[in-house]
Nanobody, 120 residues
């Protein structure tokens, strides 16, 4: 079992930055790929970014590539999402997930989410 708690969301103006954090419990954190998803009102949850177990590989959605950076610190059981050049369309609840990443990324555990609102 892995428990995940996100933090760092808030209200920011377009063009601004936020850094989301996700704290994980348990000794098995480094055995999981970590993933950020988001869900905007009235829309389906969508993939944002993923990082492999030791951080050597990352993947981003086209909509955030070049603006967002995912990172992890296995010594602290933490994963981060640095979000720069934010746009109003980035407004969503952001979720941290732990899972497996072979060919596809399969999330197994979810956090409760943190709200990000970008004003125009």
């Amino acid at each position: 079992q892995v428990q995940l708690v996100e933090s760092g969301g808030g209200l920011v103006e377009a063009g601004g930055s936020l850094r989301l954090s996700c704290a994980a419990s348990g000794r098995t954190f480094s055995t999981y790929a970590m993933v950020w998803f988001r869900q905007a009102p009235g829309k389906e949850r969508e993939f944002v970014a993923a990082i492999s177990r030791i951080g050597g590989t990352t993947r981003y959605s086209d909509s955030v590539k070049g603006r967002f950076t995912i990172s992890r610190d296995n010594a602290k059981n933490m994963v981060y999402l640095q979000m720069n050049s934010l746009k109003p369309e980035d407004t969503a609840v952001y979720y941290c997930a732990a899972g497996t990443w072979l060919v596809n990324i399969v999330p197994n555990y979810w956090g409760q989410g943190t709200q990000v609102t970008v004003s125009s």
